[in-house]
């Protein structure tokens, strides 16, 4: 990570009912950092205290290495793109930027408006009434009244939330490419996981006003440090067991099946884990088994087949097991037709070690 320049020690806030609690994050100089979690977790909220628009109950916000938690938020020079984009309705979209400058005008105003209009590219849109603009086109003109300030950051509260899917992901790289070319750190907040993996570099987890975790998006997206960040990244397969001492680390019993982690783990503690879809493998009946795939091999049949244009998704059931379905499995559209998957098929699947994934308390 660069150099830190955004630092939450500690936080907390209570709103009502509502609690930020605890948080502790921290986002580097030039970084594009994502704030992922579902709605009503506290996203906006915490962006708030950020920004200056709460006063903490309780811990600080730094920036720059400057403790600001009792500046006002015009003077933290960080630049706001809400939610809903707070455009004025009744000026057009140049005085909609110029306002950004705080009624500044001159030689200087008139340069900085120019070249944020060059950037953003939208010259041809200055006259324009706000009423008559694209989302797409609101969205850069907020963006461009944030920048007017020149901040040292920017902050997005859902910045695509009123725009189609389509246009979106164009966006995403649009944007993503302006804010990395102006060089300034970009706190993002969305709870779309597609829009946090493509835009984030860095990514924090807020699941009820708690921060989960944070850190770069593939370790993110690839081990979650909890199964409450992992039901919200959409994995499935999550299951708890009972530890027991195995000679190649440790076996973990669910009340269905077993498997074996090299780690080793208490005897008699509780562990959660997950078997990630995509990597369990559906055993060719005719082919010996590799070694590092023979001690979490399981039998049973296919209780259902999707088959979706990206992906196959086959719901499996171990034998004997009470329940519709154990495993979701996840698999090339090909291979459905070369291993012949169809419904009540009798198959055994197997996974290895990697892709079983030992939540944080599994000790
Ligand atoms: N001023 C307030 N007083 C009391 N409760 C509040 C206040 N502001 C927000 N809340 C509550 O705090 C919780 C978190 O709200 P927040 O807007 O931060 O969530 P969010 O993650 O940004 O959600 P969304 O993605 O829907 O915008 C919600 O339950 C909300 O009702």
């Not at 907040?189 to 708690?210: P, Q, W």
């Not at 994995?235 to 067991?241: A, D, Q």
Request: aromatic fraction near 8%.
């Amino acid at each position: 990570m660069s150099p830190t320049f955004l630092q939450i020690a500690s936080l907390n806030l209570a709103l009502g009912k509502f609690c930020l609690k605890d948080i502790n994050l921290s986002c580097g100089r030039g970084e594009y950092h994502v704030l992922l979690g579902p709605t009503g977790s506290g996203k906006s909220t915490l962006m708030k205290c950020i920004l200056g628009f709460y006063p903490s109950h309780g811990g600080a916000v730094f920036l720059n290495g400057q403790d600001v938690s009792r500046r006002r938020p015009e003077e933290r020079r960080i630049g706001y793109v809400p939610q809903n984009y707070s455009l004025f309705p009744h000026l057009d979209v140049e005085k909609n930027i110029r306002f950004g400058l705080h009624g500044a005008g001159g030689a200087d105003a008139d340069r900085i408006v120019d070249r944020l209009c060059d950037i953003l590219g939208i010259n041809g849109l200055r006259s324009r009434a706000i009423a008559n603009l694209s989302g797409g086109e609101r969205q850069k003109v907020a963006l461009a009244r944030a920048l007017a300030i020149a901040p040292d950051m920017v902050c997005l509260d859902e910045p695509f939330s009123s725009i189609d899917e389509g246009a979106k992901r164009l966006l995403w790289v649009e944007m993503k490419k302006i804010i990395q070319e102006i060089g300034i750190t970009a706190f993002h907040i969305t709870h779309n996981l597609e829009e946090a993996y493509s835009m984030g570099e860095r990514l924090s987890v807020l699941l009820d006003g708690k921060l989960h975790q944070s850190g770069p998006k593939q370790a993110i997206f690839e081990r979650p440090a909890t199964c409450d960040v992992a039901r919200f990244l959409n994995y499935r397969n999550i299951f708890t067991g009972t530890a027991h001492t195995h000679s190649d680390g440790t076996r973990i019993d669910t009340d269905r099946f077993s498997v074996v982690v090299s780690k080793k783990i208490t005897p008699g503690t509780r562990a959660t884990f997950c078997v990630r879809q995509q990597d369990i493998k559906i055993l060719k009946p005719d082919k010996t088994l590799k070694p590092a795939l023979s001690h979490n091999r399981l039998s049973g049949r296919i209780v259902s087949v999707f088959p979706f244009p990206e992906y196959c998704m086959v719901c499996f059931q171990i034998s004997g097991s009470p329940q519709i379905h154990d495993l979701e499995i996840k698999l090339p559209p090909y291979l459905r037709e070369r291993h012949d998957l169809y419904e009540g098929k009798e198959i055994s699947v197997a996974f290895w070690e990697p892709s079983i994934i030992l939540f944080d308390g599994s000790n």
